[in-house]
């Protein structure tokens, strides 16, 4: 890890524990919301080597359908200057994905480029959506929301289906550290049918060396506003369970935010993810959920925003009692 990747959490780290992974979460949604995939390139060590490798996950959130395709780690490489990710004959980056996957499961080709983005506000002292954060040594994991939103224009062959993402919406995160939180929450949405809007919320209970804590990262664009919730900035947080969904409340000092999901059990789909030594089925993901979200002024309870985002990606992680108020 140098000073650069910190400053650019969206860059390759490079190991830094006995268990170490890092990983980047494409997500591409088409213009009529009728496809939805999340492709997921990383690398994972282990103490001693036994379990090190390279992957690439293929999601098809609308088939349900999952694949996992194993990679030597000399399979892997990653630009030290700018974020460009390469495993097997793909590559991945700010500007798009380029993709040759040929393998045991999954079979994907084509180029779709990435424009229009709008990122998280960041600055020198606060790199990224993790802020400070991104400073403090040896956290279990670390996250980065490294593009809110942006314009798709291309077309990927998956499985013998060719579906046209031109027009669509993109959103890229990722994750580094040790191994996954043991509880979490993630919600993301930029599929709303009113005024351009963008979510992305992740909240997950964070060990730390003396004791834990709650932490959560909030972002709503509203057009070319960006309006934050998040542990760096002292807003507040509830989690209320409903059913097998969570609503959640956010208030900062001039705003507050209430996000709702809604997602069907049986469209959930189990993807790996790190854990100990090894990289295991621990993900439940669904990107068929719904997400409402409704944005006041804290003065007065005006209402800035309010509507809904289909295709929503949600996860409900490890020990939610955890997370829930």
């Known amino acids: 890890m140098n000073l650069k990747s910190l400053r650019n959490p969206d860059l390759y780290h490079g190991r830094m524990s006995k268990n170490y992974f890092e990983g980047w979460y494409f997500k591409l949604v ?29 999601v098809d959130g609308m088939k349900r359908a999952y694949q996992y395709e194993r990679f030597a780690v000399d399979n892997f490489s990653a630009a030290r200057d700018i974020f460009s990710v390469k495993v097997g004959g793909c590559s991945f980056g700010r500007s798009g994905l380029d993709l040759n996957l040929v393998g045991q499961k999954a079979k994907v080709k084509g180029r779709v480029g990435f424009s229009n983005h709008l990122d998280w506000p960041d600055s020198f002292l606060n790199p990224g959506s993790m802020g400070f954060y991104n400073y403090i040594p040896k956290m279990q994991c670390y996250a980065q929301v490294c593009a809110m939103d942006f314009d798709l224009d291309g077309r990927l062959e998956i499985n013998g289906q060719s579906i046209d993402f031109t ?11 040790a191994a996954f939180p043991y509880s979490w929450v993630w ?10 809007a ?19 990262l909030v972002g709503l664009y509203v057009g070319d506003t960006f309006y934050e919730f998040t542990t760096m900035n002292r807003s ?6 409903k059913g ?10 001039h ?5 709702d999901c809604e997602t069907s ?23 068929q959920g719904k997400v409402t979200v409704i944005l006041r002024e804290n003065a007065g309870g005006k209402v800035i925003y309010e509507d809904s985002s289909q295709c929503a990606g949600v996860e409900y992680g490890g020990e939610q009692m955890m997370v829930l108020d």
Not at 30 to 58: E, T
Not at 171 to 176: C, L, S
Not at 255 to 259: D, E, F, P
């Open 236 to 241: 507040k947080a509830e989690v209320i369970q």
């Open 255 to 259: 705003h507050s935010l209430a996000i």
């Open 244 to 253: 097998t969904d969570v609503v959640m409340y956010l208030k900062n000092r």
């Open 265 to 287: 059990s049986e469209d959930f789909i189990l993807l790996n993810g790190p854990r100990g030594d090894q990289m295991v089925p621990l993900v439940q993901e669904n990107l």
């Open 198 to 216: 963008s979510l992305s919320c992740s909240l997950a209970h964070i060990p730390f060396p003396i004791s834990s804590f709650r932490g959560f």
């Open 167 to 177: 027009g669509g919406k993109g959103y890229i995160e990722k994750n580094w550290g």
């Open 30 to 58: 088409d213009s009529q919301m009728k496809s939805a995939f999340a492709f997921i390139p990383g690398v994972f060590f282990s103490p001693g080597g036994k379990y090190d490798h390279a992957f690439i996950q293929v």
């Open 187 to 196: 919600v993301q949405g930029n599929s709303f049918r009113k005024e351009h």
